[in-house]
């Protein structure tokens, strides 16, 4: 038994020459010993362009097979109803717009999920701590998400990271009909050639088809930093089939620093409002705001809270 689990990873190794394999015994140490073979580094000559405003990319085979089905394996243990940022208080709401069920992963969880932040850091060239952990959703037949926006309404959710300047949407299972992702608002969408292998709902808009490893880039903002409204996406309705897909949401800023940031920062006497309002922030800047070493007394009415 040990023996053959040996050839079967030899055997592996040898066809996938550079590709990465993870092996390693489950909790239990048991006979289920875990095989993930991972696909290619990144290639840019994999990439193609779907659209320039918004600026939505196409990356063919991002993910392996099995790194598809080992990440819904990790889905499947801790499905939830998945919820929206309510527009005005940006508090997390139960609402008909998504029907769809999620769970977010841990950030580096394991060796594979590791692999895969690493590749999308390398195709987005954006760092790995301005991204959100991984998502993990489920559509059954029927569920949907309605276009929106992946930028912030609200003021609250800006407060980590900043906006959603990027997604990274990897699909991990094929749809055999609907759950496309659309963009109803893509320029020049009308002249997509769509046979019946579309569902309705995609034939209003730009859409992408749901295939097992294939990754789409697309951003939320534009490149002077502003939101695009252009970059409205939707899922629509799954007709047959189940769709898995893991969204990765990059934003502007450090996501992982920001709570740090936000909790160091505060002013440090009762003052601080109206010495800022008398122009001290500029003219007494050390004191005030202070170095990279040593804070000052006012960051917080000083808007100096991501230095
Ligand atoms: C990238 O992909 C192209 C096309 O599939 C291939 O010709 C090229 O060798 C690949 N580059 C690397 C570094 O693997
Ligand atoms: C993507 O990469 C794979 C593996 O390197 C290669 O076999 C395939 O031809 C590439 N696809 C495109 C569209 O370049
Ligand atoms: C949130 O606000 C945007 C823009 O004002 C609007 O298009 C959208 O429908 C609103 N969403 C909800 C759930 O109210």
Redesign the pocket.
Known sequence: MEMRRLLVLFALLSVTAVVPVFFWPDKKGSASDVIVVAAPPFNSSNVTVVSWKPRIFLYKGFLSDDECDHLVKLGKEKMKRSM?AD?ESGKSVM?E?RTSSGMFLDKKQDPVVSGIEKRIAAWTLLPEENAENIQILRYEHGQKYDPHFDYF?DKVNQLQGGHRYATVLTYLSTVEKGGETIFPNAEGWESQVKDDSFSDCAKKGLAVKAVKGDSVLFFNLQADGTPDPLSLHGSCPVIEGEKWSAPKWIHVRSYDNALKQSEECSDLSENCAAWAASGECDNNAVYMIGTEDSPGQCQKSCNACSL
């Open positions: 929206v527009n609402s717009v309404h």
